[in-house]
């Protein structure tokens, strides 16, 4: 680093678990010139700026192959690719499917990544579903740690008396029902009291926007999407 006719060494430590940043300085002068001590803090203080916190996002993605396709032999490709934080599921011809496990900065840089190691290595892959999103009781219970039977008891509104009724489901059948995961996580934080970590409700709300995204992209009819949103938006106003 050389500064006004003077040159010194810098070397700066971060611990990445708790972001505490040390500036070591070799070779500087006794009386060093005010304007190398302003450039060092100035240094200090854009090294703080760049450290960020690391997060574990545990997330799904299911991707659709060509007909009859054997998912096992990309094994080696997406290992290679960076999926070596994944679970890969592999048991049916013509698609694959990927529990991450990643840590990232947020959980819109995971499921970025996430996404481009798989088209690395699969380029003809094709989206289909990211995870958690729609869940039936049973995957709910799991997904926040309750019973089944305690579970349902919130869905039917018997579990406690809140100021709000638990969310509707988004498909209703006559033998299982689907909600979407990041409303029942806001509900069960909101209203029943459950401490659901903010990388939670983060990783469920990318999720849903992967998924909105990737419908748009299939949509055949672009024009309908855009007459029912004017429809909605003057409606909400």
């Not at 972001?19 to 009386?31: D, M």
Request: hydrophobic share 40%.
């Amino acid at each position: 680093m050389p500064i006004a006719g003077e040159k010194c060494t810098a070397l700066v430590i971060t611990n990445v678990e708790t972001g505490f940043t040390v500036l070591r300085v070799f070779g500087l002068p006794q009386k060093a010139p005010k304007t190398m001590l302003k450039a060092l803090r100035k240094l200090l203080t854009s090294v703080n700026s760049v450290v960020t916190t690391m997060n574990n996002y545990e997330f799904e993605l299911q991707f659709q192959l060509h007909l009859n396709e054997d998912p096992e032999q990309y094994l080696d490709a997406l290992y290679e690719a960076g999926c070596n934080d994944t679970s890969i599921g592999i048991g049916h011809t013509s698609r694959i499917g990927l529990v991450f496990n990643r840590e990232a900065s947020s959980a819109l840089d995971a499921v970025k990544e996430a996404l481009k190691d798989v088209f690395s290595a699969i380029p003809h892959a094709k989206l289909h579903r990211a995870s958690p999103y729609l869940q039936n009781i049973s995957e709910l219970a799991y997904e926040f740690g309750l019973t089944k039977q305690n579970m349902r008891l919130y869905t039917n509104n018997q579990a406690t008396t809140p100021e709000e009724p638990f969310p509707i489901p988004i498909i209703t059948g006559a033998r299982t029902s689907y909600w979407l995961t990041i409303e029942v996580a806001l509900w069960l934080r909101d209203y029943a009291g459950f401490d659901i970590e903010d990388e939670k409700i983060e990783i469920l709300y990318t999720i849903q926007a992967l998924n909105h995204a990737n419908e748009e992209v299939c949509q055949p009819y672009p024009d309908l999407k855009q007459s029912f949103s004017q429809i909605l938006k003057s409606n909400a106003a």
